[in-house]
Nanobody, 124 residues
Framework: VQLVESGGGSVQPGGSLRLSCATS????????IGWFRQAPGKERVGVAS????????YYAASVKGRFTVSRDRARNTVYLQVNSLKPEGTATYYC??????????????????WGRGTLVTVSS
């Protein structure tokens, strides 16, 4: 299983980006793709997850209403639309393949495979 993130960059507060997670390999062996972010010097935290079959989504309270996770099954790609970015959103964003639904889908321990991340910088 391989996951490759892209779409990061520098934006001003209030800006938007669309992050992509391209998957390959035995991805169907895993039921959930999660998005995480890790700010410098801080722990990795879950922000959103999506089930690959039903498309069921779950969001952390801190991003609900601003972030949207979606999937394109034909392209084997999962997206994270990030809107209304705040300076505290500066982090490396990772996608991962694993298990877990609901709040469990935001736990790093539920995931087996990780991408290398894409950096998002929010600054004026």
């Amino acid at each position: 299983v391989q996951l490759v993130e892209s779409g990061g960059g520098s934006v001003q507060p209030g800006g938007s980006l669309r992050l992509s997670c391209a998957t390959s390999g035995a991805i169907l062996d895993y039921s959930v793709i999660g998005w995480f972010r890790q700010a410098p010097g801080k722990e990795r935290v879950g922000v959103a997850s999506i089930s690959l079959t039903e498309g069921r989504t779950y969001y952390a309270a801190s991003v609900k209403g601003r972030f949207t996770v979606s999937r394109d099954r034909a392209r084997n790609t999962v997206y994270l639309q990030v809107n209304s970015l705040k300076p505290e959103g500066t982090a490396t964003y990772y996608c991962a393949a694993g298990e877990g639904s609901g709040v469990a889908g935001l736990l790093p321990s539920m995931y087996n495979y990780w991408g290398r991340g894409t950096l998002v910088t929010v600054s004026s």
